[in-house]
Every structure is written in C-alpha cells, then in structure tokens.
C-alpha cells in the first residue's frame, strides 16, 4: 500500500522554486548610490559648467572648476579600492564613463577656444563615441532574458563589469595633462608654446593606441557576472 501523498509538497515546490530561481540572481543586484559613485555623477554634472566657463573664456574659474572635478576622480578612486562595499560593477562603467563626458565637453570647448586642434578633438570624439556604444552593447548582450527596458536602464542590476586596458588609463592622464595646460595656458600666457604642441602629439598617439587595445584585447576587458 502506497503512503497518502503529502498536499503540501506541490505547493512547497512551487514556492521553493520562484526563491530558488530569485536567489540565483541575486548577486547581480548592488547599491547604486555609493559614495564613488555619486562623485562620478557630480564630476558629470560639473562638465557643462566647465564647458560655459571656458567658452565665455573664464580661464581662472575653469581652472579651479577643473581642479575640483579631478579631486572628485582622485576621491571615487581611492574610496573604492579601500572600501569593498563602496566598490561597485556600476562604478566600473560609471567612472570611465564620466571620464569621457568631461573630457569630450572640455576638448570641444577648448577647440571652440582655440586652444586644441580640430583634429585631435575630432580623433577623441569619436574614440569616446565608439566606447560609449560598446558599453551599451555589452550591456545588452550580457543581460538576461527578458530584456526589458526597464531591466536595461535599472541601475541596481549589475551584468557585467569593465576592466580599461593599462594603455588607456595612460592615455586618460595624458588628455587630463593636455587639457589642464590649455586651460593654464591663456592664464600664464604661453598658448603657443611648442610644449603644448608637443602633447597634442603625444595624446594623439596615446588615444590612437588605447583605441587599437580595446580593439585587440576586446573580451578580456569585460568581466561578464553570473546571469544564470
């Protein structure tokens, strides 16, 4: 004789397997709101206000403007190194990301003002456009079915994680050179000194190169986290 069924195992069952299936995207999940994060968002918000101070040619403001946006780069950083709960997947793009926006809007300005090359402005642009596109695309590619809208721009939902290439964290302290001595430059009168001249090409040649590093090394710099 075979012992009764237990009524409570399909429904045990089915709510086991909802928690299961929960549990296992759960690591995906993080805190936007972290402390590095929140400076890359305000060194985002600090690039228009830069961009206006140098096109109205307001030099000595801009620089201590720009001062302080690297401080916030210096701070998010070091926050995030030394403290693993303010370290984030987020922050991983997040960082760079706000990198590029301020360094775009300073390169466009600084043209406008005629302190940088057209085509050295031209070539980062559209360098920074590339990556910008990549990311999104690693995005997509790396979230989980369904891929919703609302999934996609939800913040709190980490897929995957950005790992720059060495040549291009030298190429960022090379553009950051470049546009804190332009920007110094009509305030210390010597815009046309072949030293500026000289890192216009020494930055052509580090954007030039890092480009071709995300190009050769791709998939090593994205850590794609557990999405099963």
């Excluded at 922050?91 to 005629?114: F, H």
């Amino acid at each position: 004789m075979e012992p009764p069924a237990d009524p409570a195992a399909p429904l045990s069952c089915s709510l086991i397997l909802p928690v299961l299936e929960i549990a296992s995207h759960v690591d995906l999940y993080e805190n936007p709101w972290t402390i590095p994060n929140l400076l890359s968002m305000a060194r985002i918000g600090l690039a228009p206000v830069l961009g206006y101070l140098i096109v109205e040619e307001d030099f000595n403001i801009a620089l201590g403007v720009f001062a302080l946006a690297g401080i916030t780069d210096l701070l998010d950083g070091f926050i995030a190194r030394n403290w693993a709960n303010q370290k984030s997947a987020l922050g991983s793009a997040l960082d760079p990301l706000a990198d590029k926006i301020l360094i775009s809007v300073l390169y466009i300005s600084l043209t406008y003002a005629n302190l940088i090359p057209v085509p050295l402005t031209s070539m980062i642009i559209l360098r920074d456009i590339a990556l910008i596109a990549a990311v999104f695309y690693v995005r997509y590619k790396t979230l989980p079915p369904p891929r919703t809208l609302s999934r996609y721009f939800n913040l709190c939902y980490a897929t995957a994680q950005l790992k720059p290439t060495f040549i291009s964290k030298v190429n960022t302290v090379m553009q950051l050179i470049l546009v804190a001595a332009s920007l110094a430059a009509p305030v210390f009168n010597y815009v046309d000194s072949m030293y500026l001249q000289t890192l216009w090409c020494i930055t052509a040649f580090t954007t030039t190169a890092s480009a071709y590093s995300y190009y050769h090394y791709g998939r090593k710099t994205v850590q794609v986290l557990n999405n099963k």
